[in-house]
Structures are given as structure tokens and as C-alpha cells.
């Protein structure tokens, strides 16, 4: 694709990818799964950080339920399911906005990204110091 000077690197995850803080009893088991997708979404997003410079893009796709047979199927009765013809359409106009994380169902993506964006920079310049924190540090003995 670089030497072809175009091209883009679309990933599938899933809205579960950002799923691991969130305590919801009507959720399934996901452990491994959220653990990937999220994998996922990090990789995507590193990657496309990478290609900035270049004319190829990357971009991760991160729907909620999906109308499909996967996991036998299980999607195809939930109102609130979108059609796989659906999240491809959204994929590509994501893609002709320049978005590296594509949300299907989101509207104001701004807000939602822009928040997951900030809290990571929080994270990145806060904890990245030469000595643990005060919480972490044990109190002087006498």
C-alpha cells in the first residue's frame, strides 16, 4: 500500500472493546473477547498514529450488535441490532472523514472519543513520573 501510495487498513472490534470498567449483569461472560477487541482497537489506532505521514490510513471499526450469524446468530432478534450492510457503510464514510475510530451507532462521536482521548493523556503524562505516587508510597517508620 506505501509503495502503491494508497490504501487503507480496516480492523473489525466492537463496542465491548471499551467494556472492561463497566459492571453490567446483563452482559454475557466476555473476558477474552473485550480483552481482543480491545487489542484491536489499540493496535489500530497505534498503527494509524504510524501512517500518519503516509497515504495509507487505518481505521478500527467498533459497532455495537450486528445483524449477522455469528455467535449463531444471536443478533439477527435484537431491536437494536444494525445491519452488517449498515456498519460497511458507515466504515467507508468514517473513512472518507479521516476517522481512525469508527463507531457506527455513536452520535456526537466528539464527545464519546474525545473523553476516551483526554482520559488517556491524563494517564500518559500523570503516570508516567520517576517515583510511585503519594498513595503508593508507605509512610516513614519511626
Known sequence: M????????????????????WH?????????YAAAKAGTVAFTRTLAGELAETP???QV?????????????????????MSPEDVASASLAGLRLGETVCVPGLEGRDAGL?????????????????????????????
Open 56 to 58: 495509507v490510513r487505518a
Open 114 to 142: 474525545k473523553a476516551l482521548q483526554d482520559a488517556e493523556s491524563a494517564l500518559l503524562s500523570g503516570g508516567a513520573g520517576p517515583y510511585p505516587a503519594t498513595r503508593y508510597q508507605q509512610p516513614a517508620q519511626s
Open 2 to 21: 506505501l509503495a502503491a501510495g494508497a490504501g487503507a487498513v480496516v480492523s473489525v472490534a466492537s463496542l465491548l472493546a471499551f467494556s472492561g470498567g
Open 61 to 81: 471499526v467498533c459497532p455495537g450488535i450486528v445483524a449477522t450469524d455469528w455467535n449463531g446468530g444471536s443478533g439477527r432478534g435484537v431491536p437494536s441490532a
Open 24 to 32: 453490567d449483569p446483563h452482559l454475557p461472560q466476555r473476558t477474552l
